[in-house]
């Protein structure tokens, strides 16, 4: 593994108002499941052959967080999701698809949120480009698809460490949000990790006052990863 390194500039920050975010990118042409777990506990993140870190100089509010999924315990409303969604959900496990069917979801699902939390907006060409960063990549991305009967309503994007997944990126139908689907994609994938004998999940950066990030430490108990490299319980229930 060769990661080749290069910086930016201080920008607004994508996730807090009012801060600066210094991001730090790499790439490789060559990526192996462990060398991509040693990364992971470096505080890096991926999307395709494109690595990513923030090293703001004075905010450290994005923090790596992981879920021991032996351990797991849903609180009420993970249950009642468990219950509700675990017989009527069909997933299947598979290499990528790119199609009419993925492409329309992603746009109704990006927009939905253009519109609900200040996301810009995106057409069926962006989309295109964005699905394929995710998936073209040095490892075998593996896509998690959510069907209710026919009609697919959910894509996660996953990669398969030696010790668990690692969630990429997911996307899914907002006419179907009594479904909670993002929550769904979150349980199901650590019932499928204690499924396999797995220890953990990774659900990549949590930042407490972004909605959109927040919400992964409501699956407890979880660890965050800290400075010294060694990870920590951050909520236990």
Not at 179 to 192: A, D, H, P, Y
């Amino acid at each position: 593994m060769r990661v080749q390194k290069y910086d930016t500039p201080l920008r607004h920050c994508n996730y807090l108002p009012g801060k600066t975010m210094h991001m730090v990118y790499g790439q490789v042409e060559e990526l192996s499941s462990e060398e991509y777990l040693w990364l992971i506990n470096q505080r890096w993140r991926r999307f395709g052959y494109l690595l990513f870190r923030p090293e703001c100089p004075s905010c450290n509010a994005c923090e790596p967080i992981r879920v021991p999924v032996r351990e797991y315990k849903p609180n009420r409303n993970q249950r009642r999701i468990i219950k509700h969604n675990s017989e009527l959900l069909r997933l299947e496990i598979g290499r990528p698809k790119i199609d009419e069917e993925h492409v329309r979801l992603y746009v109704a699902h990006h927009n939905h949120h253009s519109e609900t939390r200040d996301w810009q907006s995106t057409d069926a060409n962006s989309a295109l480009q964005s699905i394929l960063n995710f998936t073209v990549s040095p490892l075998p991305v593996l896509e998690w698809a959510y069907y209710l009967a026919d009609e697919l309503v959910a894509v996660a994007y996953v990669d398969q460490l030696p010790d668990g997944f690692s969630g990429i990126y997911f996307y899914h139908s907002p006419a179907h949000r009594h479904l909670s689907l993002g929550n769904w994609i979150c349980i199901s994938m650590i019932l499928k990790a204690k499924e396999m004998n797995f220890d953990y999940i990774y659900f990549g950066y949590y930042v407490e006052g972004n909605i959109s990030m927040e919400y992964k430490a409501s699956f407890a108990p979880n660890q965050i990863l800290q400075a010294d490299g060694t990870w920590d319980y951050f909520r236990k229930d």
